[in-house]
């Protein structure tokens, strides 16, 4: 793990006007007009595959008006492909050219199967609502038109960047610089606040599903080796994200109690069953901002003793309430005795080599201490904030905005 970085470096301004993916190039828009005079046909009707997925071929259309494109630098923009930007349990989502507004846009190819159409559905009007109180557009992924397809609800959405996984894993994991994270930070933290406003919760926030609006990226000079020779690094060139992925958002009612959010996001609360609501979406913005400025997962587990164990580790113990109020589902993860109640960890571990990962884990504050040269005290105590284990206690995502982190301007 690498150590503090002590040298100094100018602050970049992320948010420099960018060029949008969806901005084709003059001739690509030439070409597009050409082809657009004529109503292109419908493919020919085939199976879904086994598991309901819509099938396509290349250059094709998934509706008269509209045919896939990559708009690439490296292949003739005159080439007319297919292109699947990402596939999923309930949808495949490609990447299409629209020939009416002249655009590229991604759409979302839901399964043929009723309760993925129901979930599209409820989608559809979590979108709507959000879009009737955000004229700018500038929080959530924008929605175009919907429609349905030879049995699949298919929702358009405007093209953007890759997610901010997408970004770390094409670059290593390499970790975001404490001032970009800062500025996705602020952004994120305003969009779930404009959602909570909205009385709605996202429950499935992580790296995933937040998009770089632009997918330009400039490298950055890291450190000489031993070699003397220089490294560079990929950042976004500009920091604008958006939300996208819906499909999970809930309208708020203290009363749930089902289990939400991706096992690596997902709070304390969930997971020993005592119910979520709003907080459940700041504790993943906590897990989401240290893993950008270190790279790394903060909770890398896939099993819930585990990581409640982690949890421990590095955040310190729960609080005894909460592991006495734990539901008949999560009983299995609590010893109680005449000292009070406690994780059974590690007596319940599922191996040795659990038991092992779980220990060598850091405090939080170490963690923060090798990746953050400015400004980690300030980050370290929004980190603990976001990271409170009583949700009743966890900071708001209107009063993390005015944490003094996001009025650090202190160089890295």
């Known amino acids: 793990m690498e150590g503090p970085r002590t040298r100094k470096r100018a602050r970049l301004a992320w948010d420099v006007p960018s060029t949008p993916p969806e901005a084709a190039p003059r001739s690509l828009l030439d070409v597009a007009k050409e082809h657009s005079a004529a109503r292109a046909p419908s493919p020919p009707l085939r199976v879904d595959d086994r598991e309901g997925h ?9 509706t008269p008006r509209l045919e896939f494109i990559r708009c690439d630098r490296n292949v003739n923009i005159n080439d007319k492909i297919l292109s699947k930007m990402g596939e999923g349990t309930f949808c495949r989502v490609l990447e ?6 002249l655009e590229l846009v991604a759409i979302k190819v839901i399964r043929s199967a009723q309760r993925y159409s129901d979930a599209a559905k409820h989608e559809i009007d979590v979108l709507r609502h959000l879009a009737r109180n955000d004229n700018s557009g500038l929080r959530c992924v924008r929605m175009l038109n919907w429609f349905d397809y030879r ?9 953007l960047g890759p997610s901010l996984f997408d970004f770390l894993r094409r670059n290593n994991y390499y970790p975001f610089p404490v001032d970009l994270v800062r500025e996705i930070g602020r952004q994120l933290l305003e969009s779930v606040a404009y959602m909570h406003d909205l009385h709605l919760i996202h429950t499935d926030l992580k790296p ?5 609006v632009s997918s330009e990226n400039i490298k950055l000079p ?13 950042v976004p060139k500009s920091s604008a994200i958006k939300l996208i992925d819906f499909g999970s958002s809930v309208f708020d009612n203290l009363g749930h109690r089902c289990i ?4 690596h996001y997902r709070a304390p609360e969930v997971i020993l069953g005592l119910g979520w609501s709003y907080p459940c ?22 099993e819930n003793l585990e990581h409640l164990a982690m949890m421990e580790s590095i955040l310190g113990p729960i609080p005894e309430q909460m592991v006495r109020k734990a539901n008949y589902g999560a009983e299995k993860y609590i010893r109680k005795g005449a000292r009070g109640a406690r994780l059974n960890w590690p007596e319940g571990a599922v191996s040795s080599e659990s038991i092992r990962v779980v220990r060598e884990l850091g405090r939080l504050k170490g963690t923060v201490d090798m990746y953050v040269s400015s400004s980690r005290t300030e980050f370290t105590d929004l980190l603990y904030s976001l990271l409170k284990y009583d949700p009743a206690e966890r900071i708001t995502a209107q009063q993390a905005l005015r944490h003094p982190f996001f009025r650090n301007s202190s160089h890295e």
């Open 54 to 62: 819509y099938v396509f071929n290349v250059g094709e259309n998934l």
């Open 96 to 101: 299409c050219w629209d020939r009416q507004s």
């Open 151 to 159: 049995n699949h609800t298919c929702i358009v959405f405007e093209k």
């Open 208 to 212: 995933e599903n937040i998009l770089l």
């Open 222 to 234: 890291e450190k000489r080796n031993s070699r003397d020779r220089m490294k560079l690094r990929s």
């Open 260 to 263: 939400v959010s991706t096992r």
């Open 281 to 302: 979406d700041v504790w993943s913005v906590g897990c989401i901002l240290i893993e950008l400025c270190t790279g790394k997962t903060l909770f890398q587990t896939h």
